[in-house]
């Protein structure tokens, strides 16, 4: 179903204009979008964390999950001993959080949205985020330290000040509500992918139905599933794939695997 936030890509020119749609500043009379991308192979996928995902006990497990990774990672593994920067790493290496992965890039998003053959049938999706305009809707307590720095996405060190742990994260304001945060790069991938992460203030709150009852600050870019070859083949040219993406081995196969597939997904 298409909703009045849903932009639909006719083609791959159509495209470029969507993934740049208002990214010129007036302030600086440069090109800086406010926007942060994911893309998702399947249009109907919700924002939905991989915490989320556990079921209804989720708000329960975080805290254990999150301590037994504090108690058995090794300790050079983590810079500082932020819970910030504890949780960055966590969700970075595939413990269930309540964080979710997104870019400052859009062709890393449309990566992302059609990077998986066996969905080549469906339409993809690509959400675009304000995350400038996110903040208007932030607890009073953390708009100082984004005015101090002179900044609108936080980092663990801007956190740590107002809030260090993750339920007085949530008593800062009785309403859920989304930051972005910066991780650390602890490594290339972090890097490579221009990576952030979104957090709500809740474990068990969906970001999508809170963007939607926030409107203005979101659309979405609909790819359908016919320009899926051709976006495909065009970024694997530009070099956006696996290989840089995922730095390593398990990047490289992946990249060559799709590299010397067919056009088809019955063998995939």
């Known amino acids: 179903?298409?909703?009045?936030?849903?932009?639909?890509?006719?083609?791959?020119?159509?495209?470029?204009?969507?993934?740049?749609?208002?990214?010129?500043?007036?302030?600086?009379?440069?090109?800086?979008?406010?926007?942060?991308?994911?893309?998702?192979?399947?249009?109907?996928?919700?924002?939905?964390?991989?915490?989320?995902?556990?079921?209804?006990?989720?708000?329960?497990?975080?805290?254990?999950?999150?301590?037994?990774?504090?108690?058995?990672?090794?300790?050079?593994?983590?810079?500082?001993?932020?819970?910030?920067?504890?949780?960055?790493?966590?969700?970075?290496?595939?413990?269930?959080t309540r964080l979710l992965d997104w870019t400052y890039s859009p062709y890393v998003a449309l990566h992302f949205a059609t990077a998986n053959l066996t969905k080549f049938d469906t339409d993809g999706v690509i959400w675009c985020v304000n995350y400038v305009k996110t903040n208007q809707y932030l607890p009073s307590a953390l708009h100082e330290p984004l005015r101090d720095e002179g900044s609108n996405v936080f980092t663990p060190s801007m956190l740590d000040p107002v809030c260090n742990s993750l339920r007085q994260l949530e008593s800062l304001q009785p309403d859920p509500f989304a930051l972005f945060l910066e991780p650390p790069s602890v490594d290339e991938r972090i890097v490579n992918q221009h990576a952030l992460f979104s957090m709500m203030s809740n474990p068990t709150t969906l970001f999508n139905p809170w963007l939607e009852s926030n409107p203005g600050i979101f659309f979405r870019i609909i790819i359908p599933s016919a320009l899926k070859w051709e976006i495909r083949d065009k970024l694997d040219q530009a070099n956006i794939t696996e290989r840089v993406l995922f730095p390593g081995l398990d990047g490289l196969s992946i990249w060559l695997k799709r590299q010397y597939s067919p056009k088809t997904t019955e063998t995939i």
């Open 1 to 96: 179903m298409i909703t009045q936030s849903d932009i639909v890509a006719r083609d791959w020119l159509h495209l470029q204009e969507l993934l740049f749609r208002d990214s010129y500043d007036t302030k600086i009379d440069r090109f800086r979008s406010s926007y942060v991308y994911r893309g998702l192979s399947d249009r109907s996928y919700e924002l939905k964390t991989s915490l989320i995902r556990l079921g209804s006990a989720s708000a329960v497990l975080e805290r254990h999950l999150l301590r037994n990774f504090r108690k058995y990672a090794r300790r050079n593994d983590v810079p500082g001993d932020s819970v910030w920067n504890w949780l960055a790493v966590a969700q970075h290496h595939g413990l269930p």
